[in-house]
């Protein structure tokens, strides 16, 4: 969607080797949040944002670190990914309550 | 906590026929937020519509339609007359003043020509 970018769009990569994932925004919303999505779970947020420096673990953040050292970038990191987290992943950010939009996703596969 | 729950896993009608996906939530809030969105095979997600708590006139947009209900705490999406166009996994959705969005598990949907 327009304001926001996720990069890359499709990765395969190995078990236990490190992976980022990166969502960037040109909104300057305050908010930023990463989900997983899974067959049969929807959408699971994994770890979510408020500022600069400011992150917080959602229901599914084991496994993952963020790290948000500006506004317009979230980056999502597998220090060693293993099979399970094979997934796709979204991007959003928020700039009032109750509003969002989304990434167009990355696809993830673990082998 | 809030949660928000889709039993409807999958749902196959002909095309032409109405169909009603629900969606119930809960939350301590009273204010909060109450999404739609459709997930087409392509793999987007497409907003289709957002409701606030204080806010419970229905809503018809085209075919689609949505009737929230604070007494029951549900928040269902109607389709009038489906095409095969409305196949998709159609999530509910609900965010709270901390502003974290939370999804249902979705219902996916077939409409059969």
């Known amino acids: 969607d327009a304001g926001i970018t996720q990069s890359p769009r499709h990765k395969v990569t190995e078990t236990g080797t490190p992976v980022t994932l990166r969502c960037h925004q040109t909104?300057?919303?305050?908010?930023m949040y990463w989900y997983r999505q899974d067959p049969g779970h929807g959408l699971r947020l994994i770890h979510y944002?408020?500022?600069?420096?400011?992150?917080d673990k959602g229901e599914v953040s084991d496994g993952y670190s963020v790290s948000r050292s500006k506004t317009e970038d979230f980056l999502l990191t597998l220090e060693s990914a293993t099979s399970s987290q094979t997934s796709v992943y979204f991007c959003?950010?928020?700039?009032?309550?109750?509003?969002?939009?989304f990434g167009s996703g990355t696809r993830l596969t673990v082998v | 906590a809030q949660k928000v729950t889709q039993a409807q896993t999958e749902i196959s009608v002909v095309e032409k026929e109405d169909v009603t996906l629900d969606c119930v939530y809960e939350?301590?809030?009273?204010?909060?937020?109450l999404f739609w969105y459709k997930q087409p095979p392509s793999g987007e997600l497409v907003f289709l519509i957002r409701?606030?708590?204080?806010?419970?006139q229905n809503e018809i947009s085209g075919r689609y339609s949505w009737n929230f209900q604070k007494s029951t705490s549900s928040f269902n999406f109607t389709i009038t007359a489906s095409q095969v166009v409305d196949s998709a996994v159609y999530f509910c959705?609900?965010?709270?003043?901390?502003?974290?969005?939370?999804f249902g598990k979705g219902t996916r949907l077939h409409i059969l020509p």
């Open positions: 944002s408020y500022g600069v420096k400011d992150t």
């Open positions: 939350t301590r809030d009273t204010t909060y937020y």
């Open positions: 959003a950010i928020s700039g009032s309550p109750g509003s969002y939009t």
């Open positions: 909104e300057n919303h305050r908010y």
């Open positions: 409701r606030n708590s204080f806010d419970e």
């Open positions: 959705a609900l965010s709270e003043r901390d502003d974290k969005i939370i």
